[in-house]
């Protein structure tokens, strides 16, 4: 009977779905400590910590996206710069674990007018924002899983408004499958723009885990305080998924934080 639990319990926690999101602060405007070369190690550690299986980054220059597909060789990566559609400004990329899943089909749009125009950039965005996707097809059952990962802008709610129409435009294809939408939306719930997600039908997986009172900001600007208010890092999902667990991952070392923000993490039962 012991043996037959432990194998069920096995079984169990091997079709949980280990999700996270991490804006892990592009490379090259902090000194000190809060720098790239000294942090690196740290960004690495805390995503192994984490170990999700599927995890969207933001912020992510090419030097730190290099350095990251050597520290986390299990994982495979998809996703572009957002200034050229290559390699120049930062990305948005999906790191997913090779051996659990393939990459059927990938790519990334820009939140703009013109999302196939790589560098594009409307509305009132500060900067480029982009959207990178991915048809992951799980290698032991060949379960698609749809995967968005989104960077949107930090001052205009216009393109925070018409950001949530693209992508929600650009999912409907993939309704059918498993979908996850995960990212700094620069937004917390009470922005219309994530209101559209929750009118949607759209499960917020931190918050359905947690009530709106707790300690739950996510961007602490270096200092690792989290305030009551402020959750602007999220794993959106649609379907039929179940939230095991969900937190905020405040992993550090001593006085040094990986990023100015801390990453969401999330675990889906089936």
């Not at 059918?176 to 009118?199: R, S, Y």
């Not at 667990?245 to 040094?256: D, F, L």
Request: aromatic share 10%; hydrophobic share 40%; charged share 25%.
């Amino acid at each position: 009977m012991k043996l037959l639990l432990l194998f069920l319990t096995t079984a169990l926690a091997a079709a949980d779905l280990h999700l996270a999101t991490f804006n892990i602060r592009y490379a090259g405007g902090d000194k000190g400590e809060r720098s790239w070369g000294n942090r690196r190690e740290l960004v690495a550690a805390t995503i192994q910590k984490m170990d999700p299986q599927i995890i969207g980054l933001q912020e992510a220059l090419w030097e730190q996206i290099a350095f990251l597909e050597k520290a986390l060789p299990n994982y495979n990566r998809v996703g572009v710069g957002r200034a050229d559609g290559k390699k120049k400004g930062e990305f948005s990329p999906i790191f997913y674990r090779k051996d659990q899943f393939e990459a059927v089909k990938h790519g990334t749009f820009w939140l703009s007018d013109t999302p196939e125009v790589a560098g594009s950039m409307t509305w009132d965005n500060v900067c480029e924002r982009v959207c990178t996707w991915a048809i992951l097809k799980r290698k032991k059952d060949e379960k698609i899983i749809t995967v968005f990962n989104t960077h949107w802008d930090h001052r205009g709610q216009e393109s925070r408004i018409k950001s949530v129409d693209l992508i929600l435009e650009r999912l409907k294809p993939y309704l059918e499958t498993q979908v996850i939408l995960m990212g700094d939306f620069n937004a917390t719930e009470a922005n219309p723009a994530l209101k559209k997600l929750t009118a949607a039908k759209w499960t917020n997986a931190f918050l359905s885990q947690h009530e709106e009172g707790t300690n739950r900001g996510t961007f602490h600007s270096w200092n690792g305080k989290s305030s009551a208010t402020g959750t602007i890092d999220h794993i959106f999902l649609l379907g039929d998924a179940k939230v095991k667990k969900a937190w905020i991952e405040r992993h550090h070392s001593g006085t040094q934080w990986p990023s100015d923000h801390f990453p969401v993490a999330a675990i889906l039962s089936e």
